[in-house]
């Protein structure tokens, strides 16, 4: 789903944004930096798990060795 919104965008971070991400147009620019900020909060998520234990069965030796099958 697409909705068409008015909003105030600072001209000189849009076109930084845009350089930085490749982008050609404000709505890709705009669209990219979206999903850029959503995606970076899944990796930080899956780290925050990473940090806090979320994948004990690594440390078993042998969950470790069948990986490598």
């Not at 930084?16 to 850029?36: D, I, P």
């Not at 930080?44 to 940090?51: N, W």
Request: glycine share 2%; no cysteine.
């Amino acid at each position: 789903m697409v909705t068409k919104r008015l909003v105030d965008i600072d001209d000189e971070l849009l076109a930084a944004a845009r350089e930085a991400l490749g982008a050609t147009s404000m709505k890709e620019t705009v669209n990219r930096a979206l999903k850029e900020t959503v995606d970076l909060a899944a990796r930080r998520s899956f780290l925050l798990r990473l940090e806090e234990d979320g994948l004990p069965d690594l440390r078993d030796p042998a969950v470790r060795a069948s990986a490598w099958r």
